[in-house]
């Protein structure tokens, strides 16, 4: 077991995730995602478009860039990754919880490959992007790349089940089922991705939209 994973998967590790909830609130506010089974939907389509198509095949290549040390790799990356989006707000915080990400681990963890990608961002060449920031606390940690993976994963599936709790009355016995359910699924996402070993692709308008609209909610608990 790596303790240092285990620490930057928690929830106390200081990125700001708590205040994105990825367009979910906009979803809660219509109506499209209205109770549990709404929630276990929008999980799995987080889990096999968001995570399985861009966010972790961003971490997959992103981790291999770091080992290797192919900074340009790593910017083409990150610049995809923003490309693919196309909510202001969802890159602003992506990169926003990425460089807290960053530089927070390398205080904690230093390391040259941290300290340059950290430069690069410092100069406007590189966001970085979470998935990119994440990869590059795992590569250099001695993270194997698929536990990267899947470890990004349950971050990012345990985030959204925490903005379900505070957008709608599920307790957390239910909150945990839902997380749990869609945590049996991520190992044969990750095992496609690893064996598709391509860029990060994105298709995902439902979310998308949802991001896009968060700004105009009258009222709002996130920021995206």
């Known amino acids: 077991m790596n303790l240092e ?10 990125i700001g995730g708590y205040a994105h909830s990825d367009g979910l609130e906009t ?9 549990a089974e709404g929630v276990r939907a929008w999980l799995a389509a987080t889990l096999d478009e968001t995570i399985g198509r861009m966010e972790g095949p961003a971490v997959w290549q992103a981790w291999r860039a770091f080992q290797v040390g192919d900074f340009d790799a790593l ?29 927070t681990w390398q205080t904690l963890h230093p390391d040259s490959r941290l300290e340059r990608t950290a430069a690069l961002a410092r ?18 940690s001695g993270v194997a790349r698929r536990a990267s993976v ?55 308008p439902m979310l998308d939209i949802a991001a896009m609209t968060q700004q105009y909610l009258h009222s709002r608990l996130f920021r995206s």
């Open 5 to 14: 994973l285990l620490h930057l998967c928690d929830s106390l590790f200081p």
């Open 27 to 35: 979803a809660t506010s219509t109506g499209t995602v209205a109770d």
């Open 75 to 103: 910017i083409r990356l990150d610049e995809e990754l923003a490309a693919l989006r196309p909510s202001s707000s969802a890159r602003r915080s992506s990169r926003a919880m990425g460089w807290r990400l960053l530089t």
């Open 123 to 140: 100069s406007g060449s590189i966001g970085p992007g979470l998935p990119v920031a994440f990869a590059g606390a795992c590569a250099c």
């Open 150 to 204: 899947e470890a990004f994963a349950y971050t990012r599936l345990a985030a959204t089940v925490s903005a379900a709790m505070r957008l709608m009355p599920i307790g957390q016995t239910d909150a945990h089922a839902l997380l749990s359910h869609a945590l049996e699924r991520v190992p044969a996402v990750v095992d496609l991705l690893a064996l598709r070993d391509s860029d990060p692709e994105s298709f995902m």
